[in-house]
């Protein structure tokens, strides 16, 4: 069993400090939950429509649409986010439901992106415990201990143009796969076997309204850009210049949290698309806090507004980041490795 780390005095006070006047944001509303719901179902559901009649009566439209309906993907995957961390309302059995609903849409088994994601939240940050849902990132000495092939392998993860370009096929497939029975529960295996029917049905019945150069045309597209979209926000929310990593010994959950995890400031209208997911840092320290909270917490919580902060300009060059330096503690790119 793994150790549980035991942070400085100084530290475990601030860190509970924090979390106890976040969790004043934790309370769910029916009502806004519904209200995102039906403001974000609604449009996805007609920008598909437009979009799959614009192909044959206006292109221009199909075109025009593909970037909003793409963001609204996005946005609906949020929200089966939020009820993977049982956040988005106050019913258990209502965030099971819309959860599996909204992870059919976004084709992700929920039950099972719920477990691997908890696993990140619980080890974000923690050397000791890489693997969990993260961009694999090595340290400096780690990739100098590597041999020439597997330098090659980490470089071809790491390289942007794979992660976004070729991440998205990967992620369709990757998430059509039954998981490893010894590492996962039946409910989850049960979570990908039944979101693969209800995602089979799903196509098979827009196929056979619109055709299948339509699905080819439309649909594929608008899953690809979100999938890119999605990619990009969790890779740049925890692969920053000031990021956080720690020994397990060492490590605390919230300083993790707090620094690991960057604020990206994105513009009102980005912001809504992607449920304030931006404020990383506020959703790492209290997941139960739902995205239509977060900005009030954030707004709440002084510390919270004391972390590091991106802008998209900015945010573009932490595509150089490749590996973490204990000595500096800050990643660095793979110029910073002396060749030996």
């Given at each position: 069993m793994?150790a549980?780390s035991?942070p400085s005095a100084?530290?475990?006070?601030r860190s509970?400090?924090i979390?106890?006047?976040?969790a004043?944001?934790r309370?769910?509303?029916a009502?806004r ?6 403001n ?5 559901s007609a920008?598909?429509a ?9 292109w221009w439209?199909t ?5 909003v309906?793409a963001l609204?993907f996005v946005?609906?995957f949020i ?5 993977a961390?049982?956040s988005f309302t ?5 965030n099971e439901?819309?959860?599996?609903l909204t992870?059919?849409l ?5 039950a ?20 969990h ?7 400096v ?6 041999d020439?092939r ?5 470089r ?9 370009v070729?991440?998205p096929?990967y992620?369709m497939?990757?998430?059509r796969?039954?998981p490893p029975?010894?590492?996962t529960r039946a409910?989850k295996?049960?979570?990908v076997?039944?979101?693969n029917?209800?995602v089979?049905?799903?196509i ?5 309204l619109?055709?299948?150069?339509a699905m080819?045309?439309v649909y594929?597209p608008?899953?690809y ?8 926000l969790f890779y740049?929310?925890?692969q920053?210049e000031?990021a956080?990593w720690?020994g397990h010994?060492e490590?605390d959950?919230?300083?993790?949290a707090?620094m690991?995890?960057s604020f990206y400031?994105?513009p ?5 698309f992607t449920g304030?997911?931006g404020?990383?840092?506020?959703h790492h320290v209290?997941?139960r806090?739902?995205?239509y909270?977060?900005?009030?917490a954030?707004?709440g919580?002084?510390?919270f ?8 300009w900015?945010s573009?060059?932490?595509t ?5 330096d204990?000595?500096?503690?800050r990643?660095v790119g ?7």
């Amino acid at each position: 069993m793994t150790a549980v780390s035991t942070p400085s005095a100084p530290t475990a006070t601030r860190s509970r400090s924090i979390q106890e006047r976040a969790a004043a944001f934790r309370k769910s509303d029916a009502g806004r939950a519904t209200w995102q719901m039906t403001n974000t179902l609604i449009p996805l559901s007609a920008g598909f429509a437009l979009m799959f009649w614009g192909l044959t009566h206006a292109w221009w439209l199909t075109v025009l649409l593909l970037p909003v309906t793409a963001l609204l993907f996005v946005r609906t995957f949020i929200i089966m986010h939020d009820c993977a961390h049982g956040s988005f309302t106050g019913s258990k059995r209502a965030n099971e439901v819309i959860g599996f609903l909204t992870g059919a849409l976004t084709l992700t088994p929920f039950a099972q992106w719920r477990r691997d994601h908890a696993l990140h939240h619980a080890s974000s940050g923690d050397l000791d415990r890489r693997g969990h849902g993260d961009i694999d990132t090595l340290t400096v000495e780690e990739y100098r201990a590597l041999d020439r092939r597997a330098r090659f392998k980490y470089r071809f993860y790491r390289n942007a143009f794979v992660m976004l370009v070729l991440g998205p096929l990967y992620l369709m497939v990757h998430y059509r796969r039954t998981p490893p029975s010894t590492t996962t529960r039946a409910s989850k295996v049960s979570s990908v076997q039944w979101t693969n029917l209800a995602v089979a049905v799903m196509i098979g019945a827009l196929t056979w309204l619109v055709g299948w150069k339509a699905m080819l045309l439309v649909y594929a597209p608008v899953v690809y850009f979100a999938s890119m979209a999605g990619i990009w926000l969790f890779y740049v929310q925890h692969q920053h210049e000031e990021a956080y990593w720690e020994g397990h010994e060492e490590w605390d959950y919230v300083t993790a949290a707090m620094m690991g995890s960057s604020f990206y400031r994105l513009p009102k209208v980005l912001e809504w698309f992607t449920g304030s997911i931006g404020r990383h840092h506020v959703h790492h320290v209290d997941p139960r806090i739902p995205n239509y909270r977060l900005k009030d917490a954030h707004e709440g919580v002084p510390e919270f507004n004391a972390v590091p902060e991106l802008t998209f300009w900015k945010s573009l060059r932490t595509t150089g980041l490749k590996l973490w330096d204990p000595q500096q503690r800050r990643l660095v790119g793979f110029d910073a490795v002396q060749p030996n």
